[in-house]
């Protein structure tokens, strides 16, 4: 797992720091002497999986570079209830206005990881791999993807540019699974994945036939999901989607389903209780 | 309740595009003809409150202002499963293009809508309020509170120079709470309010002395908040925060309380199921 | 007295330094070796006080690390003519590049605290305060009301968010004082402060009676200011605005008002002359 | 005169408006019925010039393309006390929530360009042209200039890049005039002009011997003036500057020089009394 | 072939614009009356292929929404020396400000859909794709991929992140193809691309073995490339790169590769011809 | 020369960065160990001109600030083939990410500077001066115009304000040459070149007795421009372009013109062949 470059992190972090600083900046340090120092430890509240640590590390280093920000895990780490995240030291008044900021970051990301965690967990084992969606919160695509990569999920499609994904529209427009697909292969460059969407067991020999990388089985129940690999027999990665919960994953990926996309996992995730404690 | 003007969206969403479309854009549009049209329709796949319209209808616009965005319901209005926020009507390249990114700010921002509808009518009668707090997500802040209004609730602060917010950090600093208040009356301008947080009750007194417009009840029992109500006869308004659901919301309400400021309405609201159903 | 962080000072200073760069940079600069050094103290030539400091020290450091700014006072500070402000050493194209921006904030800035200063000498004793006013220079909010606290004075409402500010238009959309401040108060949130804007006595007992937290006496005569303030008794922070100049402002704040704005502190201030000598 | 294209305004506007509506908008606006509309008359409160029209429409058209703005007047006109620049009229929210930011260009612009007439009025008949200088305002560089433009004055540089500007330091690097002018020869491009800052007479005659564009007489007595335009006799365009003052400025054209240039015309013109006043 | 949506072009076409308008607009432009008409055609001034022409488009937008811009052939046309590529009329003024941010788009994309289509052209009938590289302009990659496109060529990667590329480096720290290619199939997810660069023939079954995608064979001879593809018998996608010229590239395609890439396409294209003629 | 300052390479730098690592960065990256390193040489591959060294820094630092950037040679530097232009060195995974950008950073500019030596060169001796155009690649024009000025040509134009260019259109539109720079003197102001471009030696003698700065000979032939050459007698720059190439520069340079301009430099420049070669 790579750690996301600064190049990337610095415009979302600086995006969170303006927003909270406005034009006044934090009208409480005031009361605090310039002299001031604090130190204080970001420590879970509760068990989860670490992430967000370079977003709230270039948080504390962009409104002072005097703050001694201090990992003590990386990213992916599992948190025992009380674990510290990290440790933080510097003037006062520097630190408690980059405070909440930091743990905006360090909350939801966790929270994500966490989620996708418990989500990997569940199908330990079976060899299916856990996947995100575009489904992300607006701004926020780059960090969600790497909490899921944190929890030991897949980050699927960055973008609309990152593959061809053939959806019912798309076969209707074209009048079919072939000529959609036929399509797909005229138009992607050899570096392109092609992934198609079918609804329904009716349509899943007909996108095989046309060769396509990834076939998303959408919405299938567990008895169409296994019968669709059965029928598939390897000849493309097999992805489903559709009213994953961790209540049901285990038995989704018992199908022999290659991966499980999950939307909630950068939709819907609660943040991992975090707090900064004095020390 | 204002809409957010364009002014305020506009970064938002257009950096929530630039996000998907990246540098290739949507290589799956090549499949569907240029002069192919999608009319569709967002419609609540479960019951929930609606939020998030502007910014839609923003999506759609800066991908295409051919597209046709027709909002069926306002911000903040209750949402029977089935119903419809929206049509769309233009070029399917368009629309499909956008569909994703119009659905994420849809269903994020219904979610917490519908969130804080769901506490604000656990406290129906009561005469609390129900606040957001500055746990948003990054970049997110001002949609986040909009949101939490068109679900019933308010604001609260929106940065670190809207008020100042007196914590243990500060009294600590300061030497006590009348020192720190004092501190805090002399930094602050006459529209600045003025709030402390306190721990217990052994600190209320001593903190109302000092004329704070709001004092901050951190984590206190029952029992202990309809105390600090008693004792307080109005002097200030009261907020309390630390521990709320919707299991505990109201009995928290019933204390006497203003306000019950709670985190969990901006970072972890689940998404509302919106989903764009072709017509 | 806070100092603005770096998170707000540095996209006006970016924008400042690129508006002088061009796409050419110092195209006189080539004249100089690059080893030539230059020392150099920015020096007051007339009495005055200082601000900017922070804008200047970061001019410096954006176009060349490599130049050491050295303050010699703080903002706020006052400057007998010929007073340094700070001293600067480095590679003399790099200084002479960064000597206008820098000359540009400290000149402006310092002339807003100036006259800010000059308010705050001719009210001392009275116990009004001298404020600033939304009247600022488009892009330099922020670091015109830093100028203005440097000065002794007081930022007043940041935008249009900071607190609800019911004037003539509102009052008359509303059908009369009492239900536009019944609307001010059912809009507000409780971290919000209510101001009401008043043009006679005759609306006054009316505006007190709803409560609200800052009246503002838009041009009263000196008579009638104090009238207002023997009838509030108290009941609220009392304003005055309107008319206000050095010549007038020690009577408007013996009529006992709380606090005085004034828009030229922003709008019209003249610069305080400081130049670059060599040393 | 040539009005400033968009490319050039919108950054500019669109800072000043997202300065005021920060993260919450106009809390104010929500007293206003969606429904109601509001005309209004931008008219000047005292005599000047007007300038900045182009910035004020846009900010209404930035806040709500629905704001129709009129202008009675183009830059550069002469506005007697209670002349209207313009008209207003639309949502009432919408031009409310824009007023301040278009009054704060017009106001400030309009001051600079009545500033500017004022020392171009004084100097009529002489044949000598008032120039600005880059003792601009951070970021307003641009509108600025156009304002003294508007005025009747001149630009002069726009930034480092426009032209070579040879000052005492280089000349002290250089080891004298000659050598200064000879290489600023060298590195200028045919495209650029040569202007030399000379501190008195004695070296007034080596300046012109290397034939620059212009000679910056700074500082110089009205004697000496007039004494450097006898012995330059046309070979240079003579430029004044230093000390300049609307009770100095007709004496120093009077010497024949060609140009002075006032730094004050940007950095401390009083804005113009304009204000909205409902219709 | 999609055009690109405004979302990306704008920012490219407008930095371009900023670059040109500078903070004093088209000086020369006052020379025209407000009033005055300009109607001309872009034509090209030898043969070629058409590419850019929504940045053109976009270009005359953003300067003055009064200019009509309409194209008279799309992207991909072929030009015969004298063809119109579109018709463009309005303010001259505008026009004239507008038309050389316009023809650089045009001639420089041109240029490269000119070189891409004579390289498409070469290998006709071969069944080798020509696709493009990484070795774009800076901050115009979007627009150069979509003008390969246009000229018949094939974008490849869009950035680091679009596929996994092993390189000789990666190769090396990973101590040998195998594993090398295992790590990289334990690191990409299900939608990610895997290539892997060989540099000779006794490297290529150790990778075709371990199944990528697509394997480069980066400057192999022709007889080599030959070999490799008899080797391969359709296990991969096979890529050429290396010493490709107008001259090499046909006996290269008939050796039966699938790929060539050419980082000539965007890195050395010369310009297509094309002016703006009044009409 | 002139090394061009942070400021304005940071954003075009970035630019490029940010294209490249999108919202994934180097999915490669993940193969190479955390603590991996590499060094390297960025070598010339065939004879050239150096340029972009400070790009090439800047990219490598803001990818990670731990790489050690060294550059062997400045930009101006010939270069033989296989010359060393730099050195670097840092974590592997770092590097290896900022090549693709350094390089087409090295690869683009050098291969202006050395176009333009090759032009330099070729007119050596006869006291022409090679200069670039506004005919430069989108956003690209500061890089672009330092790259002319390393291979010893000169920049002309940075943009549209920068001098009066009286064309045809203008012409026109005035009613002929001396009332078009009639007009030109009267709106440009002390600071700003008048240059004057005609298309026949019919229009010379008219365009000179306007006593503009700079003539424009716009596709004369070697005749013409000799006989424009002998007609001024140095009454204005003369400056020739149209039809320049590296076989007729020198002959057109020996008609005694005192600039040429060509636009190729910037638009059509093939890149120098520069790569990283491991150490």
């Given at each position: ?167 019912d529209?798309?076969i209707?427009?074209?009048?079919g699974i ?18 198609v969407e079918v609804d329904g067991l009716d349509q899943l020999e007909a996108a095989l036939a046309c060769?396509p990388?990834?076939v998303l089985l959408d919405n299938f129940s567990l008895a169409d999901l296994a019968e669709a690999v059965a029928r598939a027999k390897?000849r493309a990665?097999l992805e489903a989607s559709g009213g ?8 989704i990926?018992?199908t022999g389903v ?22």
């Amino acid at each position: 797992m790579t750690a996301l470059p600064r190049i990337i992190l610095e415009p979302i972090v600086r995006a969170a720091l303006v927003e909270d600083f406005g034009l006044a900046g934090d009208v409480t340090a005031g009361l605090l002497s310039p002299s001031a120092r604090f130190s204080g430890r970001f420590a879970a509240r509760s068990a989860g999986v670490a992430a967000g640590l370079d977003c709230a590390a270039l948080a504390c280093a962009l409104v002072d570079p005097a703050i001694v920000f201090t990992a003590h895990v990386a990213d992916g780490a599992a948190l025992a209830p009380g674990a510290a995240l990290a440790t933080v030291e510097g003037p006062a008044a520097s630190v408690l206005a980059a405070e909440r900021t930091a743990l905006n970051f360090l909350t939801h990301l966790s929270g994500i990881a966490t989620l996708t965690r418990a989500f990997v967990d569940a199908v330990e084992g079976t060899g299916a791999r856990i996947a995100a969606t575009r489904k992300t919160l607006p701004g926020l695509r780059a960090v969600q993807k790497a909490a899921v990569t944190a929890g030991g999920g897949w980050p699927h499609r960055y973008g609309l540019g990152d593959a061809v994904l053939v959806k019912d529209n798309h076969i209707a427009a074209a009048g079919g699974i072939e000529p959609a697909l036929a399509m797909a292969r005229a138009h992607a460059g050899h570096m392109a994945v092609i992934e198609v969407e079918v609804d329904g067991l009716d349509q899943l020999e007909a996108a095989l036939a046309c060769g396509p990388d990834v076939v998303l089985l959408d919405n299938f129940s567990l008895a169409d999901l296994a019968e669709a690999v059965a029928r598939a027999k390897g000849r493309a990665v097999l992805e489903a989607s559709g009213g994953v919960s961790l209540a049901t994953v285990r038995a989704i990926a018992q199908t022999g389903v290659d991966v499980i996309s999950v939307g909630a996992l950068t939709h819907s995730a609660p943040a991992l209780d975090i707090g900064l404690d004095a020390m």
